[in-house]
């Protein structure tokens, strides 16, 4: 079956320093989406790449999807206590019939250390 | 909106009990599904539905059984609980099926003991 696989799957930085998790799929994804959970709270998503290519920002977080769209990247520009949670991917593969499958990758638990 | 509501939020369950947790959105989204979260494991599908009256099972239906007779609700059955059952249980639900944004509800900590 489909496999997402996301490193790392800890990360510790220093306040101020960058985050990269990356995401890999066995198979071409029609959409990857992400998504953070905070602790003790349940994933929010943050945003969906469709395009092969694909780059968007959302104020210090660059998304950015491969050009054979079986990769992603998440990365956060100078960290701050906010950012703590675990990151997740979610790659979307036409599984047939006009129906998609979802499939997590095991998210990276981002720590920041003030 | 309350969005996606569980309940309960916590529960305890000896081995062989049975119970049901349940999911309510009102957002009048056609796909509904239930994931599990363990340590190191991420998010595991387990059953899902794309309306009234159409369930499916995901990657781990084992042990779990599912019904939807309306839109709003999706309940999660345990018929005979194990330890290995004790998890972190999320319900979601999308406005377009697995390939859109997946709105999450705030899960029940279940322990099997």
């Known amino acids: 079956g489909q496999q997402v696989m996301q490193i790392p799957q800890y990360q510790h930085v220093q306040e101020g320093e960058d985050f990269t998790t990356y995401c890999n799929s066995s198979?071409?994804?029609?959409?990857i989406q992400w998504y953070k959970q905070r602790p003790g709270g349940h994933p929010v998503f943050l945003i969906q790449?469709?395009?092969?290519?694909e780059v968007k920002k959302q104020k210090r977080l660059t998304f950015q999807f491969g050009e054979a769209k079986k990769n992603s990247s998440l990365h956060i520009t100078a960290t701050q206590t906010t950012d703590v949670g675990t990151y997740f991917c979610a790659g979307a593969r036409n599984s047939g019939a006009g129906s998609y499958q979802l499939t997590f990758g095991k998210g990276t638990k981002l720590s920041v250390i003030p | 909106n309350a969005g996606v509501t569980q309940t309960p939020k916590f529960q305890v369950l000896k081995t062989g009990q049975s119970m049901t947790l349940q999911c309510a959105q009102d957002m009048n989204h056609e796909y509904m599904s239930w994931y599990r979260q363990d340590p190191g494991m991420g998010l595991r599908l387990i059953h899902y539905s794309v309306g009234a009256g159409i369930t499916d099972q995901g990657e781990v239906p084992n042990g779990y059984n599912v019904s939807r007779s309306t839109t709003e609700d999706f309940p999660l059955r345990l018929l005979s609980a194990a330890p290995s059952q004790t998890s972190v249980y999320f319900c979601?639900?999308?406005?377009?099926?697995?390939?859109?944004?997946?709105?999450f509800g705030p899960g029940t900590r279940l322990t099997v003991l």
């Open positions: 198979t071409t994804l029609s959409n």
């Open positions: 979601a639900s999308s406005y377009l099926g697995s390939i859109g944004e997946q709105f």
């Open positions: 790449l469709v395009k092969s290519g």
